[in-house]
């Protein structure tokens, strides 16, 4: 299917192997990761090149550090996580610069099985330039590299893309695992092949509706991107998040998917409250009694139960975006309820990044998932059958 190297096609023994990682992990303000699944993530192709003895030099970004340092978002932290997770030292490199003397002192003095990790890439702002001086200054540091940075796939920057013109390279295990796994869900589905889909708005979603309205046989909406479709429709959606100028393209998208014969549900029933917060009084109505002056937060509990029999049915479920404000308490149900029903059903489940993957993770439910992806951009583009840039650039086989 995916026509690149893999770690298995290099030569690791002996060598200093760069590995891209994402390890863009949230922090509390202590600066305690609270969620390190994109670091147990990347163990895989870690402890691969440590039992094969490689070097092992790891980079990523943290945050947003728009080009300076800033000791907030250093990677300390991750290399302290990471000694813990493979019971061995790993070794910061801590130096603001990212590559440096001091740094290639470091890399020079390893021992096949170490494991360094640099500090945070965007600290140097030709990294997100994808300026070529910064892709050869990492590259300097290193005989081979290992893309397993699915996050950030999706961008095109010094330490994934550029780097990756000038060093030997191949994709590592997670990577693997991703595309494999939506991949064969685009490819080769088993059916019914259900794709849920909600969030914020239409205007983000429309790329993956279209390319998944030739592929999937039900598409269920919800979130803040329904009332688009239900005022196309011509419902009352009172004071909900509305998208005027995406109407007539929400019109093209529901007759769309009638020519292509793909059920295309909308929600039957709202949670509805008067402000978009959560201590208001809210309650449950059919769609078309929406009140002018209130607002949809969440899905109803008919839209519940309909969704949730399709995804017992599926035979393939991917879903991308919230159902509702789950930031909220009150209006968290028709999120919570779609991890649920994933978890419950034996279908291929695959979780899109992002909000949807830490409300199934809240809600306790991970480990039931086929597959939680580590990207929300980088799984939406993916979805949408675009090409990765950071994966392209890998050499092919
Ligand atoms: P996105 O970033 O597009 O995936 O959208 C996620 C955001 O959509 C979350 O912060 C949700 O709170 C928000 N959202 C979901 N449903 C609604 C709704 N009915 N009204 C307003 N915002 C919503």
């Known amino acids: 299917m995916l026509n690149k190297k893999t770690l298995e096609d290099l030569q690791v023994r002996g060598?200093?192997?760069l590995v891209r990682c994402d390890f863009n992990v949230p922090m509390d303000e202590e600066r305690n990761i609270t969620d390190d699944r994109r670091i147990t993530s990347?163990?895989?192709?870690?402890?691969?090149?440590?039992?094969?003895?490689a070097k092992v030099v790891l980079m990523s970004h943290l945050g947003r550090p728009k080009g300076k340092p800033n000791s907030e978002l250093s990677l300390e932290p991750v290399a302290n996580r990471l000694s813990q997770l493979l019971d061995r030292e790993v070794t910061f490199a801590k130096d603001d610069r990212v590559v440096s003397e001091d740094v290639e002192k470091i890399i020079s003095s390893m021992k096949p099985g170490d494991v360094?990790?640099?500090?945070?890439?965007?600290?140097?702002?030709?990294?997100?330039?994808?300026?070529?001086?910064f892709a050869e200054e990492l590259a300097s540091l290193g005989d081979l590299y290992i893309n397993d940075a699915f996050g950030t796939s999706h961008?095109?920057?010094?330490?994934?893309?550029?780097?990756?013109?000038?060093?030997?390279?191949?994709?590592?295990?997670?990577?693997?695992?991703?595309?494999?796994v939506m991949g064969k869900a685009l490819e080769n589905p088993e059916r019914p092949f259900v794709?849920?889909?909600?969030?914020?708005?239409?205007?983000?979603?429309?790329?993956?509706?279209?390319?998944?309205?030739?592929?999937?046989?039900?598409?269920l909406i919800g979130g803040g991107m329904a009332y688009t479709f239900l005022r196309a429709q011509g419902h009352e959606v009172g004071t909900s998040i509305l998208e005027e100028d995406k109407l007539d393209l929400a019109r093209g998208l529901l007759e769309s998917a009638e020519k292509k014969g793909v059920k295309f549900l909308l929600p039957v029933d709202i949670t509805i409250a008067k402000e978009f917060k959560n201590d208001t009084d809210f309650k449950v109505v059919a769609?078309?009694?929406?009140?002018?002056?209130?607002?949809?937060?969440?899905?109803g509990t008919e839209t519940i139960k309909i969704f949730s029999k399709e995804i017992e049915d599926a035979g393939t479920v991917v879903w991308n975006g919230p159902m509702g404000v789950f930031e909220m308490e009150n209006f968290k149900k028709g999120t919570e309820a779609?991890?649920?029903?994933?978890?419950?059903?034996?279908?291929?489940?695959?979780?899109?990044?992002g909000d949807s993957a830490s409300a199934v993770e809240k809600a306790g439910y991970g480990e039931k998932m086929t597959h939680i992806s580590t990207g929300g951009g980088a799984s939406l583009e993916f979805l949408e059958g675009k090409s990765l840039p950071g994966i392209a650039a890998i050499d092919d086989r």
């Open 15 to 17: 060598q200093r192997v």
């Open 42 to 53: 990347s163990l895989p192709t870690i402890q691969y090149l440590i039992d094969n003895g």
């Open 116 to 133: 360094v990790l640099l500090e945070n890439t965007r600290f140097r702002k030709e990294e997100q330039e994808n300026a070529d001086e």
């Open 155 to 180: 961008r095109a920057h010094a330490s994934n893309v550029g780097i990756s013109n000038q060093l030997p390279s191949a994709i590592g295990y997670l990577i693997q695992k991703e595309i494999n």
């Open 195 to 219: 794709a849920i889909l909600g969030g914020a708005k239409v205007s983000d979603k429309i790329g993956v509706i279209e390319n998944l309205l030739d592929k999937v046989d039900t598409i």
């Open 287 to 299: 769609i078309d009694e929406i009140p002018k002056d209130m607002m949809g937060m969440d899905s």
């Open 338 to 353: 779609i991890a649920k029903a994933m978890a419950e059903s034996k279908a291929v489940s695959i979780v899109g990044g």
